[in-house]
């Protein structure tokens, strides 16, 4: 008998129970006697052994669903070294217990980028490890796109494009805040999709000077409205000099909104013009995955399926090219993928016009 363990863990997105029910099925229908183990809650499940016994039943009619069935959670990780919890004490030795305790083969891991640095410890630690890159921020080191990203672009042009109207009823700038925590993969392609005037990311540090000339320069063109894409990792070049770390932790103490909050203020004092800013927030990871998003979930599934099948352990799925790709864990955990500041996306957006506020 072949024992698969699942876990899903880190923030939720779209693609998750179509991930899980691609492994399952592909699963079933290449291995006569398998069983499944969902741990709940992401790591925790693992960590305290609460698992759901999954049968072929369970993955269907599962596709559509938003979140995960399976519950996450975020875990406390130190950089390269340790899962500890909060008191700093080894998580390692529990985990390991359940891996042994439930005879498993092989653990099939579906996280973003703190998800994929903890499937590699225990990899190293000597579990059979295959990941599956999920996130809304698509900055996953190894794969073009990840699953969950999509609907989050879909979800963040649609909020976009409802805000156009508004916006130029009553004449206003109106920033929309959209994640992809210090990547800016989300806020280019939704901002692109939607006809924002201006899109602030992280890689690209602004000026408010230079947004306000974007601004002025529409208002010449007869245009009484501006949007501004802001990804909620967007700097000012005035910041641009902090580490990572060091803007993580101004985030942290302020959150971004209210960063945005304060450019939006500014913007209304230089320009006369009434700004206002919508944040959508986690709505940006709910739902439904689109139908791209089914597709590349199943896609991934069905390749971890492939790789368990044939024992290809301590790999990540993934999408280079349009062809699917198994990617070293190694690797795939050992950086996060900003946006290349020669993406084709970038030349495009400047190619018709849109301010990056630089
Ligand atoms: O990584 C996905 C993401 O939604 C980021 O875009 C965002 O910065 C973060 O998670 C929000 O985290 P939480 O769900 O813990 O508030």
New binding site residues.
Partial sequence: CTRIGLVTSG?DCQGLNAAIRGVGKALIERIDNVEFYGMYDGYRGLIECDYKYMDALDFSGILLDGGTMLGTS?QPYVPGTAIVDEEGNDLMPAMMNTYNRLNLDCLVVMG?NGTQKSAKLLMDAGMNIITLPK???NDIWGTDTTFGFQSAIDIGSNVIDYIHSTAQSHGRIFLVEL???DAGWLALNAGIGSGADVILIPEIPYSIPKIVEAIERRKKMGKNCSIIAVA?GAVSVDDAILTEEERRQARKNSTHSTITYKLASELEKITGQEARVTVPG?YQ?GGPPCPYDRVLATQFGAAAAELIATKQYGNMVGMQGGKIVTVPLVDAASRTKFLPLDNDLIKTARDIGISFGD
């Fill in positions: 923030g975020r973003g996130t809304i921020d994640m992809g925590r909620e986690h990871r």
